[in-house]
């Protein structure tokens, strides 16, 4: 049983017309274009390149929706390190999500994340942290992650508000510290 779910779930069903699944190796072009476009000024396609080479990259949750057989928009949840003193446990980080900027404001990025944090839920996770927007995540069930005693490194431009938490279950009351992200992330940073 999880414990973020939101009322109002029906939202965040898929547009119709998108295919959501899991990513193929034939959609690797694809979901480069998908976040050159969406971030033209970062490194956030090389960044995925570089996750999937690393134990941190859970293929069935790297998903991608599809329109008309198109790679339009791709997410992935990852595993991170939850560093608590000297304890250390895996955790479940989304990052990244990227949409053409074409088909956004559809729902698609909103139900890529719906998607991936099921499966995260699926596979057990306890929880799933990202840095994103608050406004944007909060109405998906996330929550500032400070008040839950998790900590994220965030870029200078980032406001402490935008490390977030979706708790999935309780049943880990010890689930604090600081979340250290895989390597890839070092070798992108913008």
Do not use: K
């Not at 996330?142 to 979706?166: H, K, M, N, T």
């Amino acid at each position: 049983m999880t414990v973020d779910q939101h009322p109002s779930r029906d939202a965040y069903r898929v547009p119709d017309g998108v295919l959501i699944r899991a990513e193929t190796p034939e959609d690797a072009p694809g979901i480069t274009a998908v976040h050159r476009a969406a971030f033209p000024r970062g490194s956030v396609d090389r960044l995925v390149e570089l996750l999937r080479d690393t134990p941190a990259y859970v293929p069935d949750m790297s998903l991608v929706a599809i329109i008309d057989g198109r790679v339009v928009g791709h997410v992935m949840i990852g595993i991170a390190t939850l560093r608590d003193g000297s304890r250390d446990r895996p955790i479940a980080m989304l990052s990244p999500l990227g949409v053409l900027p074409e088909a956004q404001r559809r729902g698609i990025g909103s139900a890529l994340v719906d998607r991936v944090v099921e499966r995260a839920d699926g596979r057990g996770e306890p929880a799933v942290v990202l840095e994103g927007d608050p406004a944007f995540y909060g109405r998906l069930g996330f929550v500032a992650a400070e008040e839950r005693g998790i900590y994220l490194p965030l870029p200078g431009w980032a406001r402490p508000e935008c490390a977030q938490i979706r708790v999935l279950r309780e049943t880990v009351p010890s689930l604090r510290g600081r979340v250290i992200y895989p390597p890839p992330f070092d070798l992108v940073a913008d």
